[in-house]
């Protein structure tokens, strides 16, 4: 009976699997066709200063529509792209995307801001990303500074020489850098003082809490204190009440994102909602 029962499960196990493999590599075919038959797209979220309030940047999430009704998150499909080496010209898609609508609302006469894109570390380690972004930049027109690569710490401590020197070409070139994220990768801190950074984003699993957890909340202040003695302004990502507002004012947050402010959003409803 044991033994049936086994080989029950076992052929329950071989069937779900198959059902697993064949769901994957259909995602990634979809996956690879997804490009030619431009079916992404870039939201925009605004980042504001936390006193004025105004808006001092917009970071583009990219959207993958396939059909009316379906789209499939980012959390979904991004960790395959880069199982399969796609995040690299997806990446690039993403880099002009931005750039190209960043340039296009500073022509309209937009007060000027910086557009924030967020880049994997298979983009630092397959592709020359500074001469990639390099080019998108001279043939978009954007000036260089507002322009913004969010990183993940871990990506950037994977192999932190070669990257501080990766870093370090990016900020010559005058694009500014933030840390996505902080607080749930790890970090050396005396790496951290190496790095030519602009911004540490401390992560919304931090922020969400800040009212009731004291660990989130000491976590929080620790963040950005160790930032502004860095010399670096601290975003907190994922703002959504009034109350995390008090929190982050009282402990002299720079900036703000979040649902509060405003949920990512396409170009043209960016505008409209934002930029007036
Ligand atoms: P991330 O870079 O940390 O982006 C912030 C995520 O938090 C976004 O999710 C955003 O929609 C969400 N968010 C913002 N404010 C709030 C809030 O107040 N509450 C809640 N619950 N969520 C909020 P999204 O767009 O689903 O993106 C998820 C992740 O996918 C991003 O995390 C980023 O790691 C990755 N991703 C998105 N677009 C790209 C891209 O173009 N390239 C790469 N390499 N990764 C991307
Ligand atoms: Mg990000
Ligand atoms: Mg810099
Ligand atoms: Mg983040």
Same mark, same amino acid.
């Given at each position: &009976?044991?033994?049936?029962? /086994?080989?029950?499960?076992?052929?329950?196990?071989?069937?779900?699997?198959?059902?697993?493999?064949?769901?994957?590599?259909?995602?990634?075919?979809?996956?690879?066709?997804? !490009? #030619? &038959?431009?079916?992404?797209?870039? $939201?925009?979220?605004?980042? +504001?200063? @936390?006193?004025?309030?105004? %808006?001092?940047?917009?970071?583009?999430? %990219?959207?993958?529509? %396939? *059909?009316? =009704?379906?789209?499939?998150?980012?959390?979904?499909?991004?960790?395959?792209?880069?199982?399969?080496?796609?995040?690299?010209?997806?990446?690039?898609? +993403?880099?002009?995307?931005?750039?190209?609508?960043?340039?296009?609302?500073?022509?309209?006469?937009?007060?000027?801001?910086?557009?924030?894109?967020?880049? *994997?570390?298979?983009?630092?380690?397959?592709?020359?990303?500074?001469?990639?972004?390099?080019?998108?930049?001279?043939?978009?027109? !954007? #000036?260089?500074?507002?322009?913004?690569? =969010?990183?993940?710490?871990?990506?950037? @401590?994977?192999?932190?020489?070669?990257?501080?020197? @990766?870093?370090? #070409? !990016?900020?010559?070139?005058?694009?500014?850098?933030?840390?996505?994220?902080? /607080?749930?990768?790890? *970090?050396?801190?005396?790496?951290?003082?190496?790095?030519?950074?602009?911004?540490?984003?401390?992560?919304?699993?931090?922020?969400?809490?800040?009212?009731?957890? $004291?660990?989130?909340?000491?976590?929080?202040?620790?963040?950005?204190?160790?930032?502004?003695?860095?010399?670096?302004?601290?975003?907190?990502?994922?703002? =959504?009440? #009034?109350?995390?507002?008090?929190?982050?004012?009282?402990?002299?947050?720079?900036?703000?994102?979040?649902?509060?402010?405003?949920?990512?959003?396409?170009?043209?409803?960016?505008?409209?909602?934002?930029? /007036?």
């Amino acid at each position: &009976r044991a033994k049936e029962k /086994g080989r029950n499960n076992f052929q329950f196990f071989t069937a779900e699997l198959n059902a697993l493999i064949t769901e994957r590599v259909e995602l990634e075919n979809k996956l690879r066709r997804a !490009l #030619e &038959r431009q079916q992404f797209s870039l $939201h925009y979220q605004p980042r +504001v200063d @936390m006193r004025t309030r105004r %808006i001092t940047g917009a970071e583009a999430l %990219i959207r993958w529509h %396939i *059909s009316d =009704e379906e789209a499939t998150p980012p959390s979904r499909f991004i960790p395959v792209a880069e199982e399969i080496g796609l995040i690299v010209p997806i990446g690039k898609w +993403v880099l002009r995307a931005a750039c190209a609508q960043n340039k296009a609302w500073q022509d309209a006469g937009l007060p000027p801001f910086v557009v924030s894109v967020n880049v *994997s570390v298979r983009q630092f380690r397959q592709d020359n990303l500074v001469q990639t972004i390099a080019e998108v930049l001279r043939e978009t027109g !954007l #000036e260089a500074r507002y322009l913004e690569v =969010e990183l993940t710490e871990s990506a950037v @401590m994977h192999d932190a020489d070669q990257f501080i020197a @990766m870093l370090g #070409e !990016l900020n010559d070139l005058g694009v500014q850098i933030a840390l996505d994220d902080f /607080g749930t990768g790890y *970090s050396s801190l005396s790496y951290l003082k190496r790095f030519p950074v602009d911004r540490l984003k401390v992560d919304r699993s931090f922020v969400q809490d800040i009212g009731h957890d $004291h660990d989130d909340a000491t976590i929080v202040r620790t963040i950005i204190a160790l930032g502004h003695n860095l010399g670096l302004k601290v975003v907190a990502e994922g703002v =959504e009440t #009034e109350q995390q507002i008090d929190f982050l004012r009282a402990n002299d947050c720079d900036e703000l994102q979040g649902y509060y402010f405003g949920r990512p959003l396409p170009g043209e409803e960016f505008r409209r909602a934002f930029l /007036g």
